[in-house]
Protein backbone atom coordinates (compact mmCIF):
# COMPACT_ATOMS: atom_id res chain seq x y z
CA UNK A 1 0.00 0.00 0.00
CA UNK A 2 0.99 4.12 -0.76
CA UNK A 3 1.81 5.65 2.40
CA UNK A 4 1.05 8.87 3.29
CA UNK A 5 4.85 9.54 3.56
CA UNK A 6 5.41 8.08 -0.29
CA UNK A 7 3.04 10.63 -0.91
CA UNK A 8 5.34 13.12 0.70
CA UNK A 9 8.64 11.58 -0.97
CA UNK A 10 6.86 12.01 -4.56
CA UNK A 11 6.97 15.63 -3.97
CA UNK A 12 10.83 16.26 -5.14
CA UNK A 13 10.40 14.89 -8.70
CA UNK A 14 6.60 15.68 -9.42
CA UNK A 15 8.26 19.69 -8.39
CA UNK A 16 10.89 19.04 -11.08
CA UNK A 17 8.14 18.35 -13.39
CA UNK A 18 5.84 21.24 -13.15
CA UNK A 19 9.27 23.17 -13.63
CA UNK A 20 9.88 21.64 -16.61
CA UNK A 21 6.17 22.51 -17.95
CA UNK A 22 5.96 25.78 -16.54
CA UNK A 23 5.43 27.56 -20.02
CA UNK A 24 3.42 24.81 -21.72
CA UNK A 25 1.27 24.63 -18.87
CA UNK A 26 0.44 28.65 -18.78
CA UNK A 27 0.62 28.85 -22.50
CA UNK A 28 -3.09 28.80 -22.99
CA UNK A 29 -3.76 31.74 -20.28
CA UNK A 30 -1.20 33.84 -22.10
CA UNK A 31 -2.88 33.28 -24.95
CA UNK A 32 -5.92 34.01 -23.62
CA UNK A 33 -5.02 37.08 -22.01
CA UNK A 34 -4.06 38.32 -24.83
CA UNK A 35 -2.74 42.18 -24.42
CA UNK A 36 -5.35 42.46 -21.10
CA UNK A 37 -1.89 40.59 -19.70
CA UNK A 38 -0.75 44.41 -19.37
CA UNK A 39 -4.31 45.20 -17.78
CA UNK A 40 -4.33 43.59 -15.12
CA UNK A 41 -3.75 45.76 -11.54
CA UNK A 42 -4.28 42.67 -9.23
CA UNK A 43 -4.67 39.26 -8.41
CA UNK A 44 -7.01 37.80 -6.31
CA UNK A 45 -6.71 34.03 -5.01
CA UNK A 46 -9.77 31.75 -3.53
CA UNK A 47 -9.64 27.97 -2.28
CA UNK A 48 -10.19 26.43 0.80
CA UNK A 49 -8.03 24.44 3.30
CA UNK A 50 -5.15 23.63 1.45
CA UNK A 51 -5.67 25.26 -1.77
CA UNK A 52 -5.75 28.37 0.64
CA UNK A 53 -2.75 27.70 2.38
CA UNK A 54 -1.02 27.05 -0.20
CA UNK A 55 -2.18 30.81 -1.51
CA UNK A 56 -1.17 32.41 1.43
CA UNK A 57 2.41 30.46 1.01
CA UNK A 58 2.83 31.65 -2.71
CA UNK A 59 1.25 35.29 -2.61
CA UNK A 60 4.41 37.21 -1.68
CA UNK A 61 6.63 35.76 -4.16
CA UNK A 62 3.59 36.49 -6.77
CA UNK A 63 3.42 40.09 -5.59
CA UNK A 64 7.18 40.74 -6.09
CA UNK A 65 8.06 39.43 -9.51
CA UNK A 66 4.59 40.60 -10.81
CA UNK A 67 4.50 44.01 -9.81
CA UNK A 68 0.62 43.52 -8.71
CA UNK A 69 -1.39 43.02 -5.42
CA UNK A 70 -2.00 39.51 -4.58
CA UNK A 71 -4.86 39.05 -2.17
CA UNK A 72 -5.94 35.46 -0.98
CA UNK A 73 -9.49 34.55 0.29
CA UNK A 74 -10.96 31.82 1.89
CA UNK A 75 -13.96 30.45 -0.81
CA UNK A 76 -16.64 31.80 1.50
CA UNK A 77 -14.97 34.96 2.73
CA UNK A 78 -14.99 35.33 -1.45
CA UNK A 79 -18.66 34.85 -1.56
CA UNK A 80 -19.22 37.57 0.66
CA UNK A 81 -17.33 40.50 -0.38
CA UNK A 82 -19.28 43.62 -1.94
CA UNK A 83 -17.06 44.30 -4.30
CA UNK A 84 -15.07 42.89 -6.99
CA UNK A 85 -12.23 44.20 -9.07
CA UNK A 86 -12.97 44.02 -12.39
CA UNK A 87 -9.94 44.36 -13.92
CA UNK A 88 -7.89 41.59 -11.54
CA UNK A 89 -6.95 38.44 -12.50
CA UNK A 90 -9.17 36.08 -10.36
CA UNK A 91 -7.27 32.60 -9.73
CA UNK A 92 -9.31 29.46 -8.43
CA UNK A 93 -7.82 26.67 -6.13
CA UNK A 94 -9.27 22.86 -5.99
CA UNK A 95 -7.10 20.06 -6.55
CA UNK A 96 -10.06 17.61 -6.87
CA UNK A 97 -12.30 20.08 -8.83
CA UNK A 98 -15.03 19.83 -7.00
CA UNK A 99 -15.34 22.19 -4.28
CA UNK A 100 -18.78 23.54 -4.50
CA UNK A 101 -18.45 26.79 -3.32
CA UNK A 102 -14.92 27.25 -5.14
CA UNK A 103 -17.00 26.53 -8.30
CA UNK A 104 -19.79 28.96 -7.96
CA UNK A 105 -17.33 31.54 -7.43
CA UNK A 106 -15.88 31.16 -10.74
CA UNK A 107 -19.36 31.00 -12.52
CA UNK A 108 -20.05 34.51 -10.57
CA UNK A 109 -16.54 36.03 -11.90
CA UNK A 110 -17.56 34.56 -15.34
CA UNK A 111 -21.14 36.39 -15.22
CA UNK A 112 -19.15 39.74 -14.36
CA UNK A 113 -17.37 39.54 -17.24
CA UNK A 114 -13.33 39.02 -14.98
CA UNK A 115 -10.88 36.53 -16.54
CA UNK A 116 -10.70 33.13 -14.35
CA UNK A 117 -8.35 30.90 -14.32
CA UNK A 118 -8.68 27.41 -12.55
CA UNK A 119 -5.60 25.76 -10.82
CA UNK A 120 -6.62 21.86 -10.61
CA UNK A 121 -5.51 18.65 -10.80
CA UNK A 122 -6.77 18.37 -14.46
CA UNK A 123 -8.91 20.29 -17.12
CA UNK A 124 -11.64 17.85 -16.95
CA UNK A 125 -12.74 18.34 -13.59
CA UNK A 126 -16.02 20.54 -13.17
CA UNK A 127 -13.88 23.81 -11.77
CA UNK A 128 -11.57 23.60 -14.35
CA UNK A 129 -13.87 23.17 -16.82
CA UNK A 130 -15.78 26.22 -15.28
CA UNK A 131 -12.62 28.81 -15.40
CA UNK A 132 -12.02 30.54 -18.42
CA UNK A 133 -8.80 28.87 -18.94
CA UNK A 134 -6.71 25.85 -16.58
CA UNK A 135 -3.33 25.43 -15.17
CA UNK A 136 -2.72 22.07 -14.21
CA UNK A 137 -1.43 22.01 -10.79
CA UNK A 138 0.87 18.76 -11.65
CA UNK A 139 0.12 16.29 -8.58
CA UNK A 140 -1.55 13.93 -10.58
CA UNK A 141 -3.98 11.32 -8.20
CA UNK A 142 -2.98 11.65 -4.74
CA UNK A 143 -3.73 8.63 -2.34
CA UNK A 144 -4.93 10.45 0.55
CA UNK A 145 -7.20 12.75 1.23
CA UNK A 146 -4.82 14.46 3.45
CA UNK A 147 -2.86 16.48 0.94
CA UNK A 148 0.91 17.07 1.17
CA UNK A 149 1.82 16.57 -2.70
CA UNK A 150 -1.35 18.50 -3.50
CA UNK A 151 -0.62 21.55 -1.11
CA UNK A 152 3.08 21.55 -2.14
CA UNK A 153 2.17 21.14 -6.22
CA UNK A 154 -0.17 24.02 -5.91
CA UNK A 155 2.08 26.72 -4.36
CA UNK A 156 4.66 25.99 -6.83
CA UNK A 157 2.02 25.98 -9.71
CA UNK A 158 0.74 29.39 -8.43
CA UNK A 159 4.57 30.66 -8.24
CA UNK A 160 4.65 29.29 -12.23
CA UNK A 161 1.78 31.24 -13.07
CA UNK A 162 3.13 34.68 -11.46
CA UNK A 163 6.22 34.07 -13.18
CA UNK A 164 4.73 33.72 -16.59
CA UNK A 165 2.68 36.75 -15.90
CA UNK A 166 5.79 38.72 -15.13
CA UNK A 167 7.77 37.37 -17.98
CA UNK A 168 4.59 38.32 -20.20
CA UNK A 169 4.60 42.25 -18.80
CA UNK A 170 8.66 42.53 -17.99
CA UNK A 171 9.12 43.20 -14.87
CA UNK A 172 11.32 39.81 -14.57
CA UNK A 173 13.67 39.17 -17.20
CA UNK A 174 13.90 35.86 -19.12
CA UNK A 175 17.26 34.92 -16.98
CA UNK A 176 15.46 36.06 -14.24
CA UNK A 177 12.48 33.88 -15.05
CA UNK A 178 14.65 30.91 -15.60
CA UNK A 179 17.05 31.62 -12.39
CA UNK A 180 14.02 31.41 -10.28
CA UNK A 181 12.81 28.47 -11.65
CA UNK A 182 16.24 26.68 -10.79
CA UNK A 183 15.82 28.05 -6.91
CA UNK A 184 12.27 25.58 -7.31
CA UNK A 185 14.66 22.32 -8.48
CA UNK A 186 17.75 22.84 -5.40
CA UNK A 187 14.38 23.06 -2.96
CA UNK A 188 13.36 19.85 -4.58
CA UNK A 189 16.77 18.42 -4.47
CA UNK A 190 16.97 19.09 -0.93
CA UNK A 191 13.27 18.26 0.24
CA UNK A 192 14.48 14.50 0.59
CA UNK A 193 17.31 15.17 2.77
CA UNK A 194 14.52 17.13 5.09
CA UNK A 195 12.21 14.07 4.89
CA UNK A 196 15.47 11.97 6.64
CA UNK A 197 16.17 14.47 8.94
CA UNK A 198 12.67 14.99 10.19
CA UNK A 199 12.02 11.16 10.83
CA UNK A 200 15.54 11.06 12.93
CA UNK A 201 14.66 13.80 14.98
CA UNK A 202 10.88 12.66 15.93
CA UNK A 203 12.31 9.07 16.71
CA UNK A 204 14.58 11.12 19.27
CA UNK A 205 11.99 13.48 20.38
CA UNK A 206 8.62 10.69 19.79
CA UNK A 207 8.46 10.13 23.88
CA UNK A 208 7.94 13.58 24.85
CA UNK A 209 5.71 15.42 21.23
CA UNK A 210 3.12 12.67 21.76
CA UNK A 211 2.75 14.06 25.46
CA UNK A 212 1.51 17.34 23.76
CA UNK A 213 -1.73 18.80 24.03
CA UNK A 214 -1.41 21.24 21.17
CA UNK A 215 0.92 22.17 18.48
CA UNK A 216 1.68 25.76 17.76
CA UNK A 217 3.64 26.45 14.45
CA UNK A 218 4.63 29.90 13.88
CA UNK A 219 6.01 31.33 10.36
CA UNK A 220 6.85 34.16 8.42
CA UNK A 221 6.73 35.23 4.89
CA UNK A 222 5.96 32.04 2.84
CA UNK A 223 6.38 29.97 5.77
CA UNK A 224 3.10 31.39 7.51
CA UNK A 225 1.25 29.86 4.84
CA UNK A 226 3.59 26.32 5.81
CA UNK A 227 2.50 27.10 9.82
CA UNK A 228 -0.66 27.09 8.50
CA UNK A 229 -0.41 24.15 6.31
CA UNK A 230 1.66 22.16 8.93
CA UNK A 231 -1.14 22.72 11.74
CA UNK A 232 -4.05 21.85 9.59
CA UNK A 233 -2.04 18.49 8.56
CA UNK A 234 -1.20 17.77 12.67
CA UNK A 235 -5.12 18.43 13.14
CA UNK A 236 -6.73 16.38 10.18
CA UNK A 237 -4.15 13.56 9.95
CA UNK A 238 -3.66 12.35 13.95
CA UNK A 239 -6.81 13.56 14.78
CA UNK A 240 -5.46 13.58 18.65
CA UNK A 241 -4.01 16.78 19.36
CA UNK A 242 -4.94 20.33 18.31
CA UNK A 243 -3.26 22.48 16.41
CA UNK A 244 -2.50 26.52 15.18
CA UNK A 245 -0.64 27.66 12.64
CA UNK A 246 0.34 31.47 13.47
CA UNK A 247 2.04 34.44 11.08
CA UNK A 248 5.30 35.01 13.52
CA UNK A 249 4.67 38.65 14.96
CA UNK A 250 1.91 36.38 17.01
CA UNK A 251 4.45 34.92 19.22
CA UNK A 252 4.63 38.73 20.64
CA UNK A 253 1.08 38.88 21.19
CA UNK A 254 -2.18 37.27 22.40
CA UNK A 255 -1.93 33.98 21.50
CA UNK A 256 0.81 33.52 23.99
CA UNK A 257 -1.03 34.05 27.04
CA UNK A 258 -2.91 30.99 26.95
CA UNK A 259 0.10 28.43 26.55
CA UNK A 260 0.15 25.91 28.85
CA UNK A 261 2.65 23.32 30.18
CA UNK A 262 0.57 20.77 27.22
CA UNK A 263 1.79 22.95 24.18
CA UNK A 264 4.46 22.51 21.85
CA UNK A 265 5.82 25.44 20.55
CA UNK A 266 7.30 25.51 16.58
CA UNK A 267 8.88 28.12 14.89
CA UNK A 268 9.78 27.63 10.91
CA UNK A 269 13.48 29.78 10.66
CA UNK A 270 14.53 30.20 7.57
CA UNK A 271 17.39 32.36 8.71
CA UNK A 272 16.24 35.46 6.59
CA UNK A 273 12.81 36.31 7.98
CA UNK A 274 12.25 37.70 12.10
CA UNK A 275 14.79 35.34 13.60
CA UNK A 276 14.30 37.10 16.73
CA UNK A 277 10.78 36.41 17.00
CA UNK A 278 10.90 33.00 16.50
CA UNK A 279 13.83 32.26 18.29
CA UNK A 280 12.20 34.35 21.24
CA UNK A 281 9.14 32.18 21.36
CA UNK A 282 10.80 29.27 21.20
CA UNK A 283 13.50 30.12 23.99
CA UNK A 284 10.47 30.78 25.93
CA UNK A 285 8.42 27.46 25.13
CA UNK A 286 11.63 25.58 26.17
CA UNK A 287 12.25 27.23 29.90
CA UNK A 288 8.78 27.56 30.83
CA UNK A 289 7.01 24.93 28.75
CA UNK A 290 9.15 22.20 27.96
CA UNK A 291 8.44 21.25 24.50
CA UNK A 292 10.06 24.54 22.31
CA UNK A 293 11.32 23.47 18.61
CA UNK A 294 13.36 25.60 16.21
CA UNK A 295 12.73 24.27 12.29
CA UNK A 296 15.23 24.91 9.87
CA UNK A 297 18.24 27.36 10.22
CA UNK A 298 20.15 28.39 13.45
CA UNK A 299 18.45 26.23 15.89
CA UNK A 300 18.98 27.34 19.86
CA UNK A 301 20.27 23.91 21.20
CA UNK A 302 20.71 20.35 20.02
CA UNK A 303 17.07 19.18 20.67
CA UNK A 304 15.82 21.32 17.35
CA UNK A 305 15.16 20.04 13.82
CA UNK A 306 17.88 21.61 12.02
CA UNK A 307 18.44 21.03 8.02
CA UNK A 308 20.04 23.30 5.72
CA UNK A 309 17.82 26.14 3.47
CA UNK A 310 18.72 25.98 0.34
CA UNK A 311 15.74 26.19 -2.00
CA UNK A 312 15.65 30.08 -1.90
CA UNK A 313 12.24 31.60 -2.92
CA UNK A 314 10.85 27.93 -3.02
CA UNK A 315 12.01 27.67 0.46
CA UNK A 316 8.51 26.48 1.49
CA UNK A 317 8.80 23.23 -0.23
CA UNK A 318 11.56 21.92 2.22
CA UNK A 319 9.62 23.24 5.50
CA UNK A 320 6.40 21.51 4.43
CA UNK A 321 8.61 18.71 4.38
CA UNK A 322 8.85 18.93 8.01
CA UNK A 323 6.03 19.88 9.06
CA UNK A 324 4.44 17.22 6.78
CA UNK A 325 6.51 13.93 7.92
CA UNK A 326 6.22 15.06 11.73
CA UNK A 327 1.88 14.60 11.27
CA UNK A 328 2.31 11.63 9.92
CA UNK A 329 4.50 10.19 12.47
CA UNK A 330 2.75 11.58 14.96
CA UNK A 331 -0.45 10.31 13.77
CA UNK A 332 1.46 6.92 13.48
CA UNK A 333 2.86 7.00 16.73
CA UNK A 334 -0.60 7.48 18.59
CA UNK A 335 -1.96 4.29 16.48
CA UNK A 336 -4.42 6.83 14.11
CA UNK A 337 -4.67 4.95 11.29
CA UNK A 338 -3.84 7.22 8.37
CA UNK A 339 -5.64 5.34 5.32
CA UNK A 340 -5.84 6.14 1.76
CA UNK A 341 -8.92 7.13 0.10
CA UNK A 342 -11.54 4.83 -0.28
CA UNK A 343 -10.87 2.62 2.54
CA UNK A 344 -13.21 2.90 5.28
CA UNK A 345 -12.69 5.59 8.48
CA UNK A 346 -15.40 5.68 11.38
CA UNK A 347 -14.73 9.07 12.21
CA UNK A 348 -17.09 11.90 11.56
CA UNK A 349 -14.56 13.85 9.01
CA UNK A 350 -15.71 11.26 6.63
CA UNK A 351 -18.92 13.97 6.30
CA UNK A 352 -16.53 16.60 5.55
CA UNK A 353 -16.40 15.95 1.89
CA UNK A 354 -20.00 16.34 1.23
CA UNK A 355 -18.87 19.93 0.14
CA UNK A 356 -17.44 18.88 -2.40
CA UNK A 357 -19.66 17.44 -5.12
CA UNK A 358 -19.01 17.03 -8.91
Given at each position: ????????????????????????NTDDMVSKLGDDVRKINEIVICGAGSSNTAAVTAAGFMEKVTGLQVHTFMANQFARKSVYNPDALYIFVSQTGTSTLVKEMVARMN????????????????????????????????????????????????????????????????????????????????????????????????????????????????????????????????????????????????????????????????????????????????????????????????????????????????????????????????????????????????????????
Open positions: MVTMLDCIRRVAPITKEIVKNAQVDMGCFTVSVTEDETTPVGKQAKTHVNMGCGYEEYWFRTIGYCSSVVTLMVIGLRIALERGTVTVKEYNDYLAEAVVAADNHPAVIEKTIAWFNAHKDELVKGRCFVVYGSGPLHGVALEGALKVLETAKTFMAIGYEAEDGLHGPNLGFGKGEVIISLNDGVNDEWMGHGVVEYAKKELTQGYIFGAHPLDENDLEFEVKGGNFRALEFAAAVETLAYLLAKAVGTPVLPIGEYQDHISGKYFETHRG
